[in-house]
């Protein structure tokens, strides 16, 4: 895991990317895993920005403390809809 969540930072989009897709679809130890995904949400990369918004969906209701970037991101037209598509989940119980 720890190694997953020091590729979310890579300056490869495709490594940065694939790290937090399987961070999203494996949504554990959501301790260590959610504050690497919200900082990812101000990578410069659309596409990370975007992948990490789904992951934390992923993670649902546990991932409040991420609402404050995802709700700035509604602004971001390259990850809007990802965005709120997170959020949505958030609100869901699990």
Excluded: Y
Excluded at 68 to 77: H, M, R, V
């Amino acid at each position: 895991m720890p190694f997953l969540i020091s590729a979310t930072s890579s300056g490869s989009e495709g490594t940065a990317c694939g790290a937090i897709q399987v961070l999203g679809l494996f949504h554990t130890q959501g301790e260590l895993v959610i504050p690497a995904l919200t900082a990812a949400l101000a990578s410069a990369n659309a596409a990370v920005r975007s992948d990490a918004a789904r992951a934390l969906g992923d993670f649902g209701s546990k991932a409040t403390s991420a609402v404050p970037q995802l709700q700035a991101l509604t602004n971001d037209p390259a990850v809007r809809r990802s965005a709120l598509e997170a959020l949505r989940s958030l609100q869901r119980s699990d």
